[in-house]
């Protein structure tokens, strides 16, 4: 089977990573990587041979706008792993368009032209899936559920070395988008800022400088700490060095679709997590099983980092049985297993 990546894709995306570096492992399977830059100055009679040559095309995340370009170019089967709907994140996430603007419906026809040239269409989670079905219009039966997953050579347990004793280390990492709720985490940081626990907050984004005010400037919190980004390479011994990992708590329509990368990630890491209760997140975790689920109130969120800081016995619980799962059932071979599987 000979798979084309192509598209204006972000190489070093995880989602993408995930796939591709299962997809590299597989004896069945020829990938021909062929990122470009930009869809004006590619070369279109090259990209057109490549197309014409495979037996699939897959268009990575984001690339809305690529589905319809490649689909002038060839009669090969295209597979898009949208990840995202562009008008549920422009309108109603992020809020940067008015949901009865000529924006807001073009962003609407962004996903739907997309995903309906696309042949197949992977969605991340179930309910993405109804999402696209159900607002976008989407027909059901070219859809396929491809779980984000982890790449296990990348995000693996680190035993840590305690030569003194050390505070108790809550962490979160993203990109400080609204979805994530980090607001939520730095107001939880100020009702325990008199317990013997530190948050570890890692990254950047359009948040961010909110979010570093209101816990530096308005709270003037000293149990906090914010690193900025990490290199993808570090970002496995930073995560590492955390006692309880944060997932997200935005409380958005988009954020209860979702099972976001950092989650696998803490999961891959034998960490347990705390992260806001969703329809997305109970696909695949299972509430005081292998995750603890909470709300969006920060009072919730404090209430379960204390309880997880005093009762060892079930933290150990949630990060052993969420480390068995998702690196056995949802690693880099099992969603490469489960890609080619949908093309038949």
Known sequence: MKIL??????????????????????????????????????DKRLLKHKCD??????????????????????????????????????????????????????????????????????????????????????????????????????????????????????????KFIPLQGADKIVEAARILNEEDIVFEMIGEGVEFPEVKKLALDKHQLTNINFHGNVPYDQLNAAINQFDICLGIFGGTEKANLVIPNKVYHYAGIQKPIITQDSIGVREIF????????????????????????????????????AYSKISGEYNEVKIAEMFVKALG
Not at 99 to 106: E, G, M, N, T
Request: aromatic share 12%.
């Open 53 to 174: 040559a495979a037996d699939f095309v897959f268009i990575p995340s984001f690339m809305h706008a690529d589905v319809r370009f490649i689909k002038r170019l060839t009669d090969t089967v295209v597979v898009f792993d949208p990840l995202i709907s562009r008008y549920l994140t422009k309108v109603f996430d992020y809020k940067q368009v008015w949901r009865y603007s000529p924006r807001a419906l073009k962003n609407f026809y962004k996903d739907k032209i997309a995903m309906g040239l696309a042949d197949i269409v992977f969605c991340d989670t179930n309910a993405h899936r109804d999402y696209f079905e159900k607002t976008i219009g989407i027909d059901r039966s070219k859809m396929h559920v491809l779980p984000v997953g982890i790449n296990t050579d990348d995000f693996m347990p680190i035993v840590n070395k305690v030569d003194q004793p050390k505070k108790f280390k809550v962490g979160f990492y993203g």
């Open 5 to 42: 990546v192509t598209g204006a894709y972000e190489t070093d995306y995880n989602r993408t990573l995930v796939i591709l570096s299962g997809l590299r492992k597989r004896s069945d399977v020829e990938l021909i990587e062929f990122p470009y830059a930009s869809r004006r100055k590619v």
């Open 286 to 321: 299972a509430n005081e099983e292998d995750i603890l689920l909470s709300s969006t109130d920060p009072e919730d969120i404090a209430r379960h980092i204390l309880r997880l800081k005093a009762d060892k016995v079930l933290s150990d619980k949630i990060a052993n049985n």
